[in-house]
């Protein structure tokens, strides 16, 4: 008999030590930080000094994936079901997540897929002009659209893209006629617009900057609240009376439903540590963004505002991509 309960204690003993070694050696296993986008691109670059800080925070291995394809929809899906252990994490945003819910109904995943970490950062559009177009302001513009009762050509990344959706709300916002053209890139749309094939761009003040300084652009205004300490010769929408035009696209970082609260704090509290670290910042500040950090309750808060807003101009427009 007291062999069996010696057997027994040892067996309980042994069960005990597993059960504890596991957290430890989940622990070990690196967190992976999925990029929805191609290796190289500004994404990447945010993800890979994000996930060298967090690591630090961390005292943990993080690697970023590259999962690029369907506007974010392989990366964001990979994301949404994997296992909620802690070690999947997913750069997201105003593509990946909001317009890719709203606008796609047949999705296999939706916001209730994800845990929301932390809001990370945010990047501006523009009304911007070609020069030879003759145009240096708002007024002026709708002006313009109305004289020659013709559609405002805009260059888009293709229906349901930011770009487009900016359009159609400057459209009801400024009650003028728009045309969507979209490109497969930026730098495309831009060249047609300095060639005086397109009339209005809302292009990032980064990726316009170049040709504002040689002359051939003209931002007439910026889709913010304030105005930009990087371009102070530009004036916000809001500041110029046009407070429904402010728009900005953010990013963000979630994990699958049901990681650990516990494992959701700490990996926020990092994420936002790093982004508010100067090095972090300045990197925001080369490529265009502005910091806007904020745990997870401000990520909801974001998606709700993405809902009320963006999902309105695609209810109205009656806008649905597969």
Request: hydrophobic share 40%; aromatic share 6%.
């Amino acid at each position: 008999m007291l062999g069996f309960k010696r057997f027994g204690f040892i067996t309980t003993a042994v069960a005990m030590m597993t059960a504890l070694a596991a957290p430890a050696a989940q622990a070990e296993r690196p967190i992976s930080i999925v990029v929805p986008y191609a290796a190289g691109g500004i994404n990447d670059n945010f993800a890979r000094m994000l996930a060298k800080g967090m690591g630090e925070e961390l005292k943990r291995t993080i690697i970023v994936e590259n999962k690029p394809g369907a506007n974010g929809v392989i990366g964001a899906n990979y994301v949404a079901r994997a296992e909620p252990d802690g070690t999947t994490l997913l750069i997201g945003g105003t593509g990946p997540i909001s317009l890719n819910v709203l606008l796609r109904p047949n999705l296999p995943f939706g916001f209730d897929s994800f845990e929301s970490v932390a809001l990370l950062f945010e990047g501006p559009l523009t009304l911007t002009v070609p020069t030879k177009l003759g145009v240096n302001s708002i007024p002026e513009l709708v002006d313009y659209s109305k004289k020659n009762d013709q559609p405002l050509r805009y260059g888009t990344l293709g229906p349901g893209s930011v770009g487009d959706l900016y359009g159609l709300l400057v459209a009801k916002a400024l009650d003028v006629n728009v045309l969507s053209v979209p490109y497969k890139n930026i730098p495309s749309s831009l060249i047609d617009l300095m060639g005086g094939l397109g009339d209005l761009s809302s292009a990032t003040p980064i990726a316009l900057v170049e040709h504002q300084k040689s002359g051939q652009v003209k931002m007439l205004a910026m889709s913010t609240q304030e105005r930009d300490p990087s371009f102070p010769d530009v004036p916000s929408v809001a500041e110029l009376g046009y407070p429904q035009l402010v728009s900005t696209y953010w990013t963000s970082l979630h994990a699958p439903k049901g990681t650990p609260k516990e494992l959701v704090e700490a990996y926020s509290a990092a994420a936002i540590k790093v982004v508010q670290s100067q090095d972090f910042r300045d990197l925001l500040r080369r490529n265009g963004q502005m910091e806007k950090t904020g745990g997870p309750a401000a990520l909801d808060a974001q998606i709700q505002a993405d809902v009320e807003h963006w999902g309105a101009i695609i209810k109205e427009n009656n806008i649905v991509l597969d």
